[in-house]
């Protein structure tokens, strides 16, 4: 059975850099734990996302979180981190969110 077999999974793309100069690797983990191995028994794999999700003290990671990490570091630009992006609607959303979040910080600064 493929949910006893599996230990670990690590998925990643790369991806360019915001300087257009070489890439950065964007990433997956998945740890197989007991709730990953009973969402896969039961074909309900459409819920191992929000187990990722959930687990990131595990180590787990969504290709979304580690592509809003490079975008939020300005290793890549927006329009990648779109383009790969699994969720698109709820990565703009964290984008937006996060630019939004810097101009609050940028007003709120005394010169």
Not at 31 to 40: D, Q, R
């Amino acid at each position: 059975m493929l949910s006893v077999a599996l230990v670990m999974i690590l998925s990643q793309t790369l991806v360019p850099r915001a300087t257009g100069k070489g890439r950065y690797a964007a990433y997956e983990i998945l740890k197989v734990t007991a709730a990953v191995a009973n969402l896969i028994r039961a074909k309900q794999t459409n819920r191992i996302t929000s187990v990722i999700q959930t687990s990131a003290k595990l180590g787990m990671i969504t290709l979304d979180d580690s592509l809003f990490q490079l975008f939020r570091d300005g290793k890549i630009t927006g329009e990648i981190c779109l383009e790969r992006a699994q969720d698109r609607p709820e990565m703009q959303k964290k984008m937006l969110m996060t630019v939004g979040d810097e101009e609050e910080e940028e007003g709120s600064r005394e010169y």
